[in-house]
Structures are given as structure tokens and as C-alpha cells.
């Protein structure tokens, strides 16, 4: 049987200063966790460590994302990272600098019978 989305919880993440794109990604991701709760998986006896869980970036340069260093950032689970151009980037021309946003979609997927 195929593995149903059961959560699709949402983030953003900033880097201020410096265009840091994959300290935004990082941010933008644990938004996300921090607007879920797994207790539905208590209830439900399943082991969090099953759980398949997709994990969706957009940033304006997605080569400047270390996709490892997100996947290893979530707790549970089999996870999966996919780093697409989205986001925004603001310039700031007067200091040469610009601020980095990245948007986050987090998906967990478990087999239900």
C-alpha cells in the first residue's frame, strides 16, 4: 500500500545578514516543526522513525543549500530533501548585502492500513 501524506505543515526562515541560504533553509524548517505536533502518532502506537518525510525548500539559489546539513536537522523519520528556486532574496545596496528567505514544506507520509 502506498504511504498517505497525513501532515503538511508550512515555515519561513530568514538570514538577515550575510546570505546565508542554507541558515535560512534551517530556519524555514524548524518553523515548520514548530507549528506540529506528532501526537497523533502516540495515540496511534506508530513508531516516529517510519514516518517518510519530504522535505521541500525554496530559496533563489538552490546550489547554495547544503540539503545534508537540513536532512540532518529533523528529528524522526526517513527524510528526504528537495531544494527548489522560490523564496526571495532583498538587496540591500546601500551595505552591499541582502537578506536571504526561504520557504519551507514539510510532509510526512506513514503506511495506513
Known amino acids: ?9 508550512l515555515g519561513s526562515g530568514n538570514d538577515l545578514h550575510g ?3 542554507t541558515k535560512a533553509a534551517l530556519r524555514a ?14 495515540s496511534l502506537e506508530i513508531d516516529p ?9 525554496g530559496v533563489q539559489q538552490p546550489d547554495r543549500v547544503d ?16 531544494v527548489v528556486k522560490g523564496g526571495l532574496d532583498v538587496p540591500d545596496e546601500d551595505r552591499g ?10 510532509a510526512v507520509r506513514l503506511e495506513l492500513p
Open 49 to 57: 522513525e517510519t514516518m517518510q518525510v519530504e522535505v521541500t525548500i
Open 97 to 106: 548585502d541582502h537578506a536571504v528567505i526561504a520557504a519551507a514544506a514539510v
Open 29 to 42: 524548517v524548524q518553523d515548520a516543526l514548530h507549528h506540529s505536533s506528532l501526537s497523533m502518532l502516540r
Open 67 to 82: 540539503a545534508e546539513a537540513v536532512r540532518r536537522s529533523l528529528p524522526h523519520g526517513v527524510v528526504t530533501v528537495k
Open 1 to 9: 500500500m502506498a504511504a498517505k501524506r497525513v501532515i503538511l505543515e
Open 19 to 21: 546570505g546565508d541560504y
